[in-house]
């Protein structure tokens, strides 16, 4: 039955969850042992030549290195636990959504959407759908006035947008079309917190700051998503 399927399906992600954090966990230690070792071999009267000077730098880069692993590994641990919870805890939100956007329009319940992800690779990214499945061709109507045209060229997104359901203007405006990326956020694709995931068509407005957008992970949420509307 449904019931027992979900129990099944929460299982195989818990099974994962356990496999990402001990794999994460083993890669720290490793780091905190070759830290150790080249500390060791630092101890004592150093001799400023070359050979030593090399050492005291790879030194600092070791425990920079460490420092960078440690910050990841705690935030993709709260990453995993915090999107796994969610998940359990919101499956009756999920379900009951489900039903209100199969009972409001035809079309698939889930959309997904091609982003730019950290280090400039792509993911797909899941939402809620809150548009018509013709939404295409709907732009491509609307963008025949010179005025649509210019506001979806400034911002990708229009004033009292046509192609949004009725469910999907409330999932919209209460962000529920977002939680979909909490399997995103399971995956390893997304974060909690981050910069906002972009498309091909706008990752040249960041100008210089665009190898600094994708250095990190794109987040469910962050200083955007609080300022943003």
């Known amino acids: 039955d449904y ?5 099944f399906m929460y299982m195989i992600i818990l099974v994962s969850a356990i496999r990402q954090i001990s794999t994460k966990l083993k890669k720290v230690l490793l780091f905190f042992l070759k830290c150790g070792s080249i500390c060791n071999q630092s101890e ?5 030549n070359e050979a ?3 050492l005291i730098q790879e030194n600092f880069k070791v425990k920079t290195d460490v420092k960078i692993n440690v910050y990841n590994f705690i935030k993709r641990t709260f990453d995993i636990i915090v999107s ?6 919101l499956a009756p939100i999920f379900l009951i959504i489900a039903i209100m956007i199969k009972l409001d329009s035809n079309g698939s319940i889930i959309y997904k959407h091609k982003r730019i992800g950290k280090n400039g690779r792509y993911i797909y990214l899941y939402k809620f759908r809150t548009m018509y499945t013709n939404s295409k061709e709907i732009l491509e109507n609307l963008l025949k006035d010179p005025e649509k ?4 060229e400034e911002n990708f997104k229009l004033d009292d947008d046509p192609r949004i359901t009725k469910i999907g203007k409330f999932l919209r405006r209460s962000s529920l079309d977002e939680l979909p990326q909490l ?5 390893g694709d997304m974060s909690i917190v981050g910069p906002r995931p972009v498309i ?30």
């Open 44 to 48: 004592g009267d150093i001799v400023m």
């Open 3 to 7: 019931y027992s399927t979900v129990l």
């Open 149 to 152: 045209k210019k506001e979806w």
């Open 183 to 187: 399997l995103n956020i399971f995956l």
């Open 84 to 89: 796994l919870v969610s998940m359990i805890l």
């Open 200 to 229: 091909d068509g706008e990752i040249d407005k960041y100008g210089i700051n665009k190898n600094k957008l994708l250095s990190v992970m794109p987040g469910l949420t962050g200083w955007w998503a609080c300022n943003g509307r």
């Open 52 to 54: 030593s000077i090399g």
